[in-house]
């Protein structure tokens, strides 16, 4: 059976807790000043990155890039047993100013397998920042379960539906409907001012007045 894995940009120790419980894998980036013991020392990540040379890694193509990665496996502070990736994009020279790290509590996963399904996420957060900025995601009060399942579920039909209508570009078909919109007020203000309704009229209509 496949194992569930959340992608997290920075993991907290209550998350990791709470994911283990509810039998999650974790998969984030990671600050380089948390704690390791590789050999049974205890130093940050950074500043066992200080000692690492190019012939200490292993080279990682994701998509269309490359990366440097050394593998740690073993105990962090917060955590037993995770694997924690150093990574440097290969086109950059191996300083702690260019490497990034990123943790995997699944620690039967490969480099690459890490770093491609951790390459998501950046997917996944413009998603829900389209979700907050311009459909009201976070413009809405609610606590119930149920509600929140509800508002959601309406979110992402209304998502999917402006993807489709988009062409694949949910921005698109969000300014497609918008513009439809506003046309189809302009019409109804343009023929019911032919047809002589009142100004009044036209604003209550429109819930303007």
């Known amino acids: 059976m496949s194992k569930v894995r959340g992608l997290i940009r920075y993991p907290a120790q209550s998350v990791l807790e709470t994911c283990a419980l509810s039998g999650f894998h974790v998969i984030s980036g990671i600050k380089t000043n948390r704690i390791i013991y590789p050999y049974g020392i205890r130093q940050s990540i950074k500043e066992f990155a200080s000692h690492i ?4 890694t292993d080279l990682v193509t994701v998509g269309h890039a490359s990366y440097h990665v050394y593998r740690y496996e073993g105990k962090l502070n917060f955590i037993e047993n995770a694997v924690v ?6 086109t950059q020279p191996m300083t702690l100013q ?5 943790l995997s509590t699944d620690v039967s996963l ?12 950046w997917a996944i957060e413009t998603y829900f920042r389209t979700m907050k900025s311009n459909f009201s995601f976070n413009g809405y009060q609610i606590r119930s379960t149920v509600a929140i399942k509800r508002f959601w579920t ?9 993807s489709v209508t988009g062409h694949g570009d949910i921005l698109t078909g969000l300014r497609s409907w918008q513009n439809k ?11 019911e001012a032919k047809a002589g309704t009142q100004l009044d009229l036209i604003k209550n209509q429109l819930q303007a007045a």
Not at 53 to 56: A, F, G, I, Q, V
Not at 85 to 90: H, N, P
Not at 181 to 191: A, G, H
């Open 53 to 56: 040379h190019k012939e200490d």
């Open 85 to 90: 990736l150093l990574c440097w994009d290969a």
């Open 98 to 102: 260019t490497m990034r790290a990123f």
């Open 110 to 121: 490969s480099n690459e397998q890490i770093l491609t399904y951790y390459s998501k996420r």
């Open 154 to 162: 309406l979110l992402s039909f209304t998502a999917m539906f402006c």
């Open 181 to 191: 919109k506003t046309e189809s007020w302009i019409e109804f203000v343009y023929y």
